[in-house]
């Protein structure tokens, strides 16, 4: 689906994703939400924390634009950043409680939580069987 997006900026930006006209989009550079700071510093405890307090805040997407192109250089969810970033199964259970929906959420390459490269290269250890579990868990449940 490709709209123009309600990003407080002069001019629309076209997006493509697999979200809807009420998604919540944040520019990482301008106003990025305070679990995605969390992630990204893996603040595990702090993050677990943010899903139970503000589970809302589970389903914000987070965009960055190239600064000479405006083009959209990548967008996710927080459930895709816990990936990227490694996170433990804790945070991951606690972002599919916090928006089940994540896991059935591509983000700006296609790829949903369950295709990502790091996860799936990780697969022969303990921890990346538990990270595969719950997000197809949740997958399955809710597509």
Same mark, same amino acid.
């Given at each position: !689906?490709?709209?123009?997006?309600?990003?407080?900026?002069?001019?629309?930006?076209?997006?493509?994703?697999?979200?809807?006209?009420?998604?919540? @989009?944040?520019?990482?550079?301008?106003?990025?939400?305070?679990?995605?700071?969390?992630?990204?510093?893996?603040?595990w405890e702090e993050a677990i924390?943010?899903?139970?307090?503000?589970?809302?805040?589970?389903?914000?997407?987070?965009?960055? @634009?190239?600064?000479?192109?405006?083009?959209?250089?990548?967008? !996710? @969810?927080?459930?895709?950043?816990?990936?990227?970033?490694?996170?433990?199964?804790?945070? @991951?259970?606690?972002?599919?409680?916090a928006y089940p929906e994540g896991?059935? !959420?591509?983000?700006?390459?296609? !790829?949903?939580?369950?295709?990502?490269?790091?996860?799936?290269?990780?697969?022969?250890?303990?921890?990346?069987?538990?990270q595969f579990y719950f997000i197809?868990?949740?997958?399955?449940?809710?597509?």
């Open positions: !689906m490709v709209w123009s997006s309600p990003i407080q900026r002069e001019e629309s930006i076209e997006i493509p994703l697999t979200y809807s006209k009420d998604s919540v @989009l944040v520019n990482y550079d301008s106003k990025v939400t305070q679990l995605f700071t969390c992630l990204e510093n893996s603040g924390d943010l899903c139970k307090e503000q589970p809302s805040q589970a389903s914000v997407w987070v965009y960055r @634009l190239d600064h000479k192109s405006e083009n959209v250089r990548w967008q !996710m @969810l927080p459930l895709h950043a816990a990936i990227i970033f490694k996170g433990n199964d804790e945070i @991951l259970e606690a972002l599919l409680q896991a059935t !959420m591509a983000d700006d390459q296609g !790829m949903l939580p369950v295709s990502f490269d790091n996860l799936w290269s990780h697969l022969q250890n303990e921890y990346a069987h538990h197809f868990r949740s997958y399955i449940w809710h597509s």
